[in-house]
């Protein structure tokens, strides 16, 4: 048993998602990534004294949206509490946020095997589809964003005030891959229910991990440490990989495990101490006295429940169902609903529905990776794949036909007149090919008959060359075996 196998890690996110909402949070200001630095601003994001908050419903039921997707219980009554600390992202030294009440409790995130790295997907840790426990969803607001310089520091407060919502799992995860998948899986979710972009390089979605390691076999935690400074999903899993390594390291050589912070070096593949917590830090949080309770069982989530979208899991179900796809092929399908629409829309008309997935998957995001401006109209696959299924065209010739549509969107069908690829499935015409074949190539028939079979690929290169690769392969094959065997 290799050091690393006697040991466990235990391993809990908290993953802060920006709402998608046209204002922010508590004032009227417009809530949008990129714009010139310090343009969205009024006393409320500036913390200005007398500015007062009014809360963004849209938030709040977009919240409960996301409860309700994770299967949380949704609060009947949520209140707001103010978080107190000072630091230059938040001016008025408070951040309103929740505590004791807030909007969503409980829920989970069920692991999609094919959102673990593709280097473990068919491993039995993978496939477990474990669910990991939620402890709390809760509202709050976010900080300015600040930058830092040489000789001094700058703070962009079009981000303070952004609705953000702050998603905290149980420490139920146990190695980086769960991680990864997790982090997968959840955005997936919050993409189906529209809820926010999710996008990590923006600072839409940001995740604080917590890690410790133990015994295996042991049920007490060993010391927390807290990891920062994460931008993305997989930099959470090289996080981790490196933390895990180090904390195993350090307990076999008998050293104590610091509690402390510590931030994530991409470049350096490492992480380094930032600070160390001899004790908890004391927000003293108290009701929000500017604002009332929010009470979510007179509409609001009766709202919010009609927002319920198809889940990932219900959709990549419906598609290995109906459309006969594999459960790989639906998990690529569930990660973009613009990319699924447009299969969808591709396979109505056909019956050939598995094999236009191949061409969606395999071969148009090759060349087309933007479904919503592609001018390639998704029957048009439907189309391509029905020639090939019903004999027109051979898969060598359904290249071409594919090569052609993407230089020159039409209808495969004018393609294959166009470029003369019509294939010959006429049986007689196909049998005097075969002749002509077993009549050049008598040896390969005398190998045949002597139980080569695969010189029987002499005789079908023989008929595809003199029908220019018009020829039905499969009809060529059992022509020539019905011949031979005679």
């Given at each position: 048993?290799?050091?690393?196998?006697?040991?466990?890690?235990?391993?809990?996110?908290?993953?802060?998602?920006?709402?998608?909402?046209?204002?922010?949070?508590?004032?009227?200001?417009?809530?949008?990534?990129?714009?010139?630095?310090?343009?969205?601003?009024?006393?409320?994001?500036?913390?200005?004294?007398?500015?007062?908050?009014?809360?963004?419903?849209?938030?709040?039921?977009?919240?409960?949206?996301?409860?309700?997707?994770?299967?949380?219980?949704?609060?009947?009554?949520?209140?707001?509490?103010?978080?107190?600390?000072?630091?230059?992202?938040?001016?008025?030294?408070?951040?309103?946020?929740?505590?004791?009440?807030?909007?969503?409790?409980?829920?989970?995130?069920?692991?999609?095997?094919?959102?673990?790295?593709?280097?473990?997907?068919?491993?039995?840790?993978?496939?477990?589809?474990?669910?990991?426990?939620?402890?709390?969803?809760?509202?709050?607001?976010?900080?300015?964003?600040?930058?830092?310089?040489?000789?001094?520091?700058?703070?962009?407060?079009?981000r303070a005030g952004t609705p953000l919502m702050e998603i905290v799992s149980e420490a139920d995860l146990r190695s980086p891959g769960e991680?990864?998948?997790?982090?997968?899986?959840?955005?997936?979710?919050?993409?189906?229910?529209?809820?926010?972009?999710?996008?990590?390089?923006?600072?839409?979605?940001?995740?604080?991990?917590?890690?410790?390691?133990?015994?295996?076999g042991q049920k007490e935690y060993g010391t927390k440490v807290e990891l920062k400074n994460l931008n993305s999903i997989s930099g959470v899993?090289?996080?981790?990989?490196?933390?895990?390594?180090?904390?195993?390291?350090?307990?076999?050589?008998?050293?104590?495990?610091?509690?402390?912070?510590?931030?994530?070096?991409?470049?350096?593949?490492?992480?380094?101490?930032?600070?160390?917590?001899?004790?908890?830090?004391?927000?003293?949080?108290?009701?929000?006295?500017?604002?009332?309770?929010?009470?979510?069982?007179?509409?609001?989530?009766?709202?919010a429940r009609k927002l319920v979208p198809e889940l990932p899991s219900e959709l990549q179900t419906r598609l290995a169902r109906d459309f006969?796809?594999?459960?790989?092929?639906?998990?690529?399908?569930?990660?973009?609903?613009?990319?699924?629409?447009?299969?969808?829309?591709?396979?109505?008309?056909?019956?050939?529905?598995?094999?236009?997935?191949?061409?969606?998957?395999?071969?148009?995001?090759?060349?087309?990776?933007?479904?919503?401006?592609?001018?390639?109209?998704?029957?048009?696959?439907?189309?391509?794949?029905?020639?090939?299924?019903?004999?027109?065209?051979?898969?060598?010739?359904?290249?071409?036909?594919?090569?052609?549509?993407?230089?020159?969107?039409?209808?495969?069908?004018?393609?294959?007149?166009?470029?003369?690829?019509?294939?010959?499935?006429?049986?007689?015409?196909?049998?005097?090919?075969?002749?002509?074949?077993?009549?050049?190539?008598?040896?390969?028939?005398?190998?045949?008959?002597?139980?080569?079979?695969?010189?029987?690929?002499?005789?079908?290169?023989?008929?595809?060359?003199?029908?220019?690769?018009?020829?039905?392969?499969?009809?060529?094959?059992?022509?020539?075996?019905?011949?031979?065997?005679?």
């Open positions: 048993m290799s050091s690393s196998s006697k040991w466990e890690a235990v391993i809990g996110l908290e993953v802060h998602v920006q709402v998608r909402t046209r204002t922010k949070m508590f004032c009227g200001c417009v809530n949008q990534y990129g714009d010139p630095q310090n343009t969205h601003l009024c006393p409320v994001c500036l913390g200005l004294p007398g500015s007062l908050p009014v809360p963004n419903e849209e938030a709040i039921r977009k919240t409960i949206l996301t409860g309700l997707m994770l299967g949380c219980q949704i609060a009947p009554v949520a209140r707001f509490d103010r978080k107190n600390y000072f630091y230059p992202d938040m001016p008025k030294n408070y951040q309103i946020s929740q505590y004791d009440d807030p909007l969503c409790a409980g829920g989970g995130v069920t692991l999609d095997p094919f959102l673990f790295p593709k280097e473990i997907q068919e491993s039995d840790e993978a496939k477990a589809g474990r669910k990991i426990r939620l402890v709390r969803i809760h509202l709050e607001e976010d900080v300015a964003k600040s930058f830092h310089f040489e000789d001094r520091s700058g703070i962009d407060f079009n991680a990864f998948s997790f982090l997968g899986s959840l955005r997936q979710i919050l993409l189906a229910g529209n809820v926010s972009d999710a996008d990590m390089e923006k600072g839409q979605m940001r995740c604080d991990v917590n890690v410790s390691v133990r015994p295996v899993r090289r996080a981790l990989t490196y933390e895990i390594a180090r904390q195993i390291a350090a307990c076999e050589k008998g050293e104590a495990i610091a509690h402390e912070t510590r931030r994530w070096d991409d470049e350096a593949g490492a992480t380094f101490t930032m600070r160390t917590k001899e004790k908890a830090h004391d927000y003293r949080y108290f009701p929000e006295p500017d604002l009332l309770p929010v009470r979510t069982d007179q509409g609001l989530a009766d709202s006969g796809v594999t459960p790989y092929q639906a998990s690529v399908l569930t990660s973009d609903r613009i990319l699924c629409g447009y299969y969808e829309k591709a396979a109505a008309g056909t019956p050939n529905k598995a094999l236009v997935a191949n061409w969606i998957l395999n071969d148009f995001l090759s060349t087309q990776p933007d479904p919503s401006t592609t001018p390639v109209r998704p029957e048009f696959f439907g189309e391509l794949a029905d020639l090939v299924a019903g004999g027109a065209i051979n898969s060598a010739q359904a290249k071409k036909v594919f090569t052609e549509l993407m230089a020159s969107p039409t209808s495969p069908r004018e393609i294959v007149k166009k470029l003369g690829l019509e294939q010959i499935s006429d049986s007689s015409a196909l049998s005097a090919y075969c002749d002509e074949a077993i009549a050049a190539n008598p040896r390969s028939v005398e190998d045949y008959k002597a139980g080569k079979m695969n010189a029987i690929n002499a005789l079908k290169g023989f008929v595809m060359k003199k029908s220019q690769g018009k020829a039905n392969p499969a009809q060529v094959d059992e022509i020539l075996r019905s011949k031979l065997s005679a």
